[in-house]
């Protein structure tokens, strides 16, 4: 431990163990800046959220700091050309994830010229504070300790938890990662303007600055760094995990964070130095997230930390290392802790890669094959959070998720500290990783499940109370119609309908019209005798007759018009036809018909008219006859 490390008062957490720290390689040259590779391939999705919104096309120039996309919904980030280039894809690529699988990716070519978008700062002093935390929008800002949750997210409060607290994670407790040790090293004073844009943004009053006792040159810097400052460096002993935000947040307040809560919630925020020095470039010069600090170590011939832009091609920074000896096996991104195996070795350098790590048998051995759980409970005494992990253990290996998560199995943080200590050589985390994804995936099942039958039953919901509107529309119509009639067809039976009510009217005044007629020939005085003197009805009869003959008589000679038997102007007929026709009206006017129609009109539409009089003629007669002989059978019956 270094003269110049002081500890403040802390509080220790359950737990943690001392894994060979294995640092001291790569912090013996000062970090490096990675030359421009051939090709940047950036992934979509580098950041915990929503993937960004394209918004460059395929063989688009781009200039350094453009957006090629941009954040989509409240959690995601927005991506930016790292350098000066034409877009040569955008198209699915390798990325680097422990699936192997391949995700949405942009491939920049640089040109080499490497030439800046213009950008400034912002005068973030004389800003309000929400027009600054909506700016970081476009800042591509995620957390650098590894956990890439957007930036601007983290920033936002939503007035009901006041943060009080800002705490600075620069414990660093993984073995190998020396980036932010470095950087503190060298960038202290940037930092240190990136923590006061941080407290000014959050309100903070406070700011406490975690670094492990391993970093005494770190240690020394941010002091000095921070000397007229209120904030405070609090040195914490080595120990891992103490670089857990909550773990920290333990050692330096002695406060237990809730496993249902977020940090906020007890007013406190924790951000990574990576992530506070990002904010000072962005607010003070207006450089969007381009590159990170990533230190390339393990079995390479120079381990050191490289500033590297984001979609760097892996193997283009382990050349930069002097290149993997050649008992390389993979490559491990992140610590050994917690990092995982690269599928493959061209995937690109993302804002999550704080560090590489080329494998070999040497630095890590296979591990032996595991043996039966001895109950030792040495790993319950490692675990940071205080769980049981033998129990999970066997919960998880027998499939029995709920009891896991009754355990807390979703509070496990995968340290693997207990894996780390166990005896038996039990690859717990695996077990722990298997158990939730299996639980997640349930629940995610359950909640389709329950979304579907929730619409199902809205919909049979929907379905009943439409059928009962239109019955009920029915019944009120049916009653509407009800209340309109007169009371003594209110009294009608229901099955009586409008057609029936119209015939017995139309029988009813018929029979009117009988009585009136023969009332009307009782009137009348007798100058002969009754069996002499014609009847109305007869007259009616007789009447409907002469005008069917006119009638006919008259499509007759239509008939004969058209087929040019006789002159088509009346006008022009022979006189023997004019007589017949004044016949004829003298006859109808006998009778007391109306005038004939003018025969002057074109020769369809007399035809016309023949026809459809002589139609109506015929029907007359029919109906005159059939009524005569009717009302006299009546009339004989009532006498
Ligand atoms: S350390 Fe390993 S062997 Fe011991 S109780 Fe835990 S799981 Fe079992
Ligand atoms: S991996 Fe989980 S169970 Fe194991 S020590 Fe870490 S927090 Fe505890």
Redesign the pocket.
């Known amino acids: 431990m270094n003269a110049l490390v002081n500890f403040g008062k802390i509080f220790k957490f359950n737990?943690g163990v001392h894994p060979p720290e294995n640092k001291t390689q790569s912090t013996q040259l000062p970090i490096a800046k990675l030359s421009l590779p051939d090709q940047l391939v950036l992934p979509l999705r580098q950041h915990v959220g929503n993937i960004p919104k394209v918004k460059v096309n395929v063989g688009d120039h781009v200039l350094k700091g453009q957006l090629l996309a941009e954040a989509e919904g409240m959690v995601s980030a927005a991506i930016h050309a790292p350098t000066s280039g034409t877009i040569t894809a955008i198209a699915d690529a390798i990325i680097p994830h422990p699936s192997g699988l391949p995700d949405h990716c942009i491939t920049l070519k640089p040109d080499g010229l490497d030439t800046w978008i213009a950008h400034q700062g912002i005068d973030w002093r004389n800003t309000d504070r929400k027009s600054l935390v909506n700016s970081l929008r476009l800042s591509g800002i995620v957390g650098l300790g590894g956990a890439t949750f957007p930036t601007q997210v983290k920033l936002r409060t939503d007035g009901k938890s006041a943060v009080h607290t800002l705490v600075i994670n620069a414990a660093e407790c993984e073995p190998y990662i020396t980036c932010d040790d470095m950087l503190m090293r060298e960038r202290a004073a940037e930092i240190v303007q990136g923590i006061a844009i941080a407290q000014h943004l959050l309100g903070a009053t406070k700011v406490l600055i975690g670094i492990e006792d391993n970093k005494p040159e770190a240690i020394a810097a941010m002091q000095e760094a921070t000397a007229n400052t209120s904030m405070q460096v609090v040195v914490v002993p080595t120990l891992y995990?103490s670089g857990d935000a909550r773990r920290l947040v333990h050692l330096l307040l002695g406060e237990e964070i809730p496993h249902n809560k977020r940090a906020t919630e007890v007013g406190i925020q924790v951000f990574n130095v990576a992530t506070v020095l990002a904010l000072h470039r962005y607010f003070e010069y207006g450089e969007p997230a381009l590159s990170r600090i990533v230190s390339m170590t393990g079995n390479v011939a120079q381990p050191r930390n490289f500033e590297v832009l984001f979609g760097t091609p892996l193997m283009h920074l382990v050349n930069a290392a002097g290149g993997a000896k050649p008992d390389t096996t993979h490559y491990i991104m992140g610590g050994p802790m917690m990092g995982f195996n690269l599928p493959d070795n061209n995937v690109p350098i993302t804002k999550a890669a704080n560090c590489i790590i080329a494998a070999s048998p040497n630095l890590f051995a296979p591990p032996p094959p595991a043996m039966p759980c001895i109950r030792c409970a040495r790993?319950a005494d490692?675990?940071?959070?205080s769980?049981q992990?033998q129990e999970?253990y066997w919960f998880a290996k027998s499939d029995n998720f709920e009891t896991a998560r009754e355990y807390k199995l979703f509070?496990?943080?995968?340290?693997?500290?207990?894996?780390y200590v166990c005896p038996s050589n039990i690859p717990?985390?695996q077990y722990?990783r298997y158990a939730k994804s299996e639980i997640i995936a349930a629940d995610r099942a359950k909640e389709a499940a329950d979304l579907a039958r929730e619409r199902n039953e809205a919909r049979l919901a929907r379905i009943e109370r439409e059928k009962l509107e239109r019955a009920q529309k029915h019944a009120e119509r049916a009653q509407g119609a009800k209340s309109e009639a007169s009371p003594e067809q209110a009294t009608n039976t229901p099955t009586e309908t409008p057609d029936a009510d119209a015939k017995k009217a139309a029988i009813a005044a018929a029979i009117a019209r009988a009585k009136a007629q023969k009332q009307s020939l009782d009137d009348q005085p007798q100058t002969s005798s009754v069996t002499d003197k014609p009847t109305p009805a007869a007259d009616e009869a007789k009447k409907a007759a002469i005008a069917a003959a006119i009638e006919r008589a008259k499509a007759q000679k239509a008939a004969a018009l058209q087929a040019g038997a006789m002159p088509r102007n009346v006008d022009t007929a022979s006189g023997a036809v004019q007589q017949e026709i004044a016949e004829i009206d003298a006859r109808r006017a006998a009778v007391g018909l109306t005038p004939p129609p003018n025969e002057a009109t074109t020769q369809a539409a007399a035809d016309k008219q023949a026809a459809i009089a002589a139609a109506i003629a015929r029907a007359k007669a029919q109906k005159a006859a059939a009524e005569a002989a009717k009302l006299a059978e009546s009339t004989e019956k009532k006498e």
């Open positions: 737990g995990p790993c490692a675990c940071p959070v769980l992990p999970l509070d496990c943080i995968e340290c693997g500290a207990c894996s717990l985390v722990y």
